[in-house]
């Protein structure tokens, strides 16, 4: 049971009702995630805000292996339930590949690239050095790419941190950090 307590649809503060019904409308379910972050209306305007402005950038697939190595590295049970399926019904990513993403690598190489530099953000605490980025560069990734990236890992250390704190109810099919790829 979450520590911290999920609102129902209906009983999300007001403030959050209209962000609520368009991740409604674009998922067709409100999962745990979006209902808990949003008791903070604030907290929910500016995830989604961040999450709709990079769905604009890097592709589909690159955001989900990206968020599957940092759920994993952070050892977060709901994103990387979440991501495992979003990876697998929407990205059309394959388990071969899933499994080298939670490792923090892919099968494609300008994949690697960019999930390698990712885990070494995470890792370092943004403090790489000039070779990974050059890395990440050599790959084929702009400089806009790689602040995109940078963001990515952003955005996942904040959902991975709230649901580590309030240990949030899964609604999807369960993957454990802690169980092998």
Do not use: W
């Amino acid at each position: 049971m979450s520590r911290i307590a999920i609102p129902t649809r209906e009983n999300a503060p007001a403030k959050s009702q209209p962000l609520l019904d368009a991740v409604e409308k674009q998922l067709g379910i409100v999962p745990n995630l979006f209902r808990l972050v949003g008791t903070s209306p604030a907290a929910l305007e500016g995830y989604l805000g961040l999450n709709s402005a990079l769905g604009r950038t890097l592709d589909a697939k690159t955001r989900e292996r990206i968020a599957l190595a940092i759920a994993q590295a952070n050892g977060c049970d709901y994103c990387l339930s979440a991501h495992t399926y979003l990876g697998l019904n929407l990205a059309k990513i394959d388990e071969a590949e899933i499994a080298l993403n939670r490792g923090g690598h892919s099968g494609d190489a300008k994949a690697d690239a960019a999930v390698t530099f990712a885990r070494k953000v995470l890792d370092a605490r943004g403090h790489v050095g000039g070779a990974d980025i050059a890395e990440v560069r050599l790959a084929g990734y702009s400089e806009a790419q790689v602040i995109e990236i940078v963001a990515n890992v952003a955005l996942n250390v904040l959902t991975n941190y709230i649901n580590n704190v309030a240990e949030t109810d899964i609604d999807f099919p369960v993957v454990l950090a802690s169980q092998a790829a």
